[in-house]
Every structure is written in C-alpha cells, then in structure tokens.
C-alpha cells in the first residue's frame, strides 16, 4: 500500500528530450509537492499544489512544468533537458498547505541527463 | 535563501551510543521537522515540534527548540545500525506561500 507512488524510479536521457514523472498519492491529501534534491542532497522546493491550484512556484526554469489533473496526481513535465536538471526528484504530499501536516514523500525519481 | 543548516555534516558512532545532531535556522518559525532518509529512498517524517514548544520526545527521539537561538537538536538515544541514514531539519517560515524549507542534513553512521 505506497501512500506515495512516483514513476519512473530511474530515467536516463540525452540533452534537449522532453520526459515526464508521474506521481500519485492515495492518502487523500489535498496539498502535493515537487521538490529537486541535488548532488549534496540539498533539498529544494519547485511547486506545490493545492487541490489542483498552483500556489507555490520557486524559481524554476519555465521547462518545467508541473500538471494536476486531481488532487491525488501530481506529474511534472520537463522540457529541451540539460545535464544541470539532473537530480533525484520527489514527490510529497500533505494533509494541508501549512500547520502541523508533515509531508509524506515518494521514494524518488533519480534522472541522469547525458 | 536556505533555511536550516545541520551540524555535524557527518557522525559515525558505535551502537548503543547517543547521537546528537545540530539545526539552526534564519527566520521565524511556525514549526521545525525532522525527517530520516534512508540511502535510495524517500523522506520520512519522525517528529514536530511547534514554535511554542521546547522539548518533545518520540520513542528513542528527543527534540529541542530554542528560538531565541533558532535552534534545535535531535538526540538519538540507544542507536541502532538500523539507524544509519541522513537526518534532516525542516522549518515552516513563519510567512504565508512557503513551503517547508531543508537543510542539507547530517549522514549518520551506525556500526555495531
């Protein structure tokens, strides 16, 4: 029972394709995340959504674009690849937008851009 | 801009032993998290502890806050090699539209 499924867990590419990563949650959470963890696991926020709204939007190259078709799904869609997109990639969901909801994450999408 | 910072970076200790790792923060908080990674997987949340709070206990877990020093610390207690994973801090900012914020985490080391 994967409160918070993403996929693929590996996606190699070349520079300049376009992929996307699925992710769906079946904890009945109205809030869902996208966050970039790098080389040195640094962890970065890129969008949130709540209830299918967008309401957070780091800095984040306009390639990128996230897509919820419901509140359970949260795909991110990358475009024209490069090598600096490559990281591991989460997914999270929580209960509300902010408060005391911790965020209950997927176990990652690690893409390698070549 | 970043919000929390981990100290140490890295801990390796033997089983049984106490583990004590080190967050500090900019900005006000409404709350603080800690979060467990094991190596190829997702975060998992172990304990939160709110603004107003100072100290609170989860099993084997002890959080502490000091806000007037944006800090915390997160003792393990008893550690397992199960254990062995990268502990991260969160803060929610005080500010509305920002989600959790991470630090870059303490790897910690187990071994029995």
């Known amino acids: 029972d994967t409160a918070v499924s993403q996929t693929p867990k590996y996606l190699v590419t070349q520079m300049g394709n376009d992929k996307s990563i699925k992710c769906e949650q079946n904890l009945g959470h109205d809030t869902m995340y996208w966050y970039k963890q790098d080389s040195k696991k640094f962890l970065k926020i890129m969008f949130s959504?709540?209830?299918?709204?967008?309401?957070i939007n780091e800095t984040v190259p306009n390639r990128f674009s996230p897509k919820s078709p419901d509140k359970a799904h949260l795909n991110l869609h990358i475009n024209s690849l490069e090598l600096g997109d490559s990281a591991v990639y989460f997914c999270a969901s929580s209960q509300a937008t902010r408060g005391v909801s911790p965020l209950h994450f997927g176990n990652g999408t690690r893409l390698t851009v070549t | 801009s970043q919000q929390g910072e981990e100290d140490p970076q890295a801990l390796s200790i033997q089983e049984g032993e106490n583990a004590t790792m080190n967050c500090s923060y900019k900005t006000s908080i409404n709350n603080l998290q800690w979060y467990r990674q094991n190596s190829g997987r997702g975060l998992v949340h172990l304990i939160l502890i709110r603004s107003n709070e100072r100290e609170k206990h989860s099993g084997r877990l002890r959080v502490t806050l000091d806000t007037s020093k944006k800090s915390s610390s997160l003792l393990i207690t008893a550690s397992r090699a199960a254990d062995t994973a990268s502990y991260f801090c969160a803060t929610e900012p005080n500010q509305a539209g920002t989600a959790l914020i991470f630090g870059k985490g303490t790897t910690l080391s187990v071994s029995s």
């Open positions: 959504y709540n209830n299918k709204e967008l309401i």
